[in-house]
């Protein structure tokens, strides 16, 4: 008999004035966060849902931290490639999956990860499949999938809102820049309390936040990167903070 998990709530943001925000500012923020999302959409696309089940998303995440979305498809495919199932994955030799991964980020520590939590998975539900996650409510799969080593919020977040079409915000590093500098949060805000800042500025519907997230991803990728942001070509600057107080008055010096 496979072992159960205990499953602990946890906190979703309600009323962005829990998270600090100045009441008279909530409503201005949730505005702009609509309209920096209708406009990046419009400059970028509308991005269609995953095919992915969530336990290949799992694979994915772990596979993606700190690394380039080529270097992670590649990774991914070679191990389905070369291993042709996640059990075959999980049963192999941890070498040849760290082998088989070696374009990624640390692939000594996420070969050895990515196994355990497969093992994980396996002992406590009796086959290596998360498509039960779609049948709890988001505060369970987010606790469940919480308690493994190496899966934190954004994981936890990409996982339930590109595979279970669940309203949970993921915050990378783009996200989180773009957000910060636009004035969505504040500049101390980490990634990790981003997290619940801005979900609570969106409409609580999946899509909208999948929207949001592309959007900010995507921007910062391209346009608002980290070294220099590229605010002539940005369709930004009448809501951008940053712009505002750095980069406008830099070129009126000048
Ligand atoms: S105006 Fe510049 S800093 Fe602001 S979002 Fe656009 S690229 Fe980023």
Not at 213 to 234: E, M, N, S
Request: proline share 7%.
């Amino acid at each position: 008999m496979a072992k159960q998990a205990p499953i602990k709530r946890v906190r979703l943001p309600r009323d962005p004035a829990d998270y600090g925000y100045p009441s008279q500012d909530i409503a201005a923020l949730k505005a702009k966060a609509l309209e920096v999302t209708r406009r990046l959409t419009a400059r970028y696309g509308i991005s269609p849902w995953s095919e992915k089940d969530p336990m290949s998303m799992l694979v994915d995440i772990i596979l993606s931290h700190r690394t380039k979305d080529e270097q992670t498809a590649a990774a991914y495919a070679n191990l389905l490639r070369l291993f042709g199932s996640w059990e075959m994955v999980r049963d192999a030799p941890t070498a040849e999956v760290q082998a088989a991964i070696a374009n990624v980020n640390w692939p000594e520590v996420k070969a050895p990860r990515l196994q355990a939590i497969m093992r994980q998975i396996t002992e406590e539900r009796g086959s290596l499949n998360l498509d039960f996650l779609r049948q709890l409510t988001i505060e369970e799969a987010a606790a469940w999938l919480n308690r493994f080593e190496g899966v934190g919020p954004k994981t936890t977040a990409c996982i339930l809102l590109f595979s279970c079409q669940m309203p949970l915000l993921p915050v990378d590093v783009h996200v989180h820049r773009v957000a910060s500098r636009l004035g969505l949060i504040g500049k101390k805000v980490t990634p990790e309390a981003a997290h619940l800042l801005l979900q609570a500025l969106l409409p609580d519907d999946a899509r909208s936040i999948y929207d949001f997230h592309k959007a900010l991803l995507r921007h910062g990728q391209r346009v608002c990167i980290y070294d220099r942001p590229r605010c002539q070509q940005c369709p930004l600057t009448d809501l951008c903070d940053y712009y505002k107080t750095t980069v406008k008055p830099q070129k009126a010096v000048f």
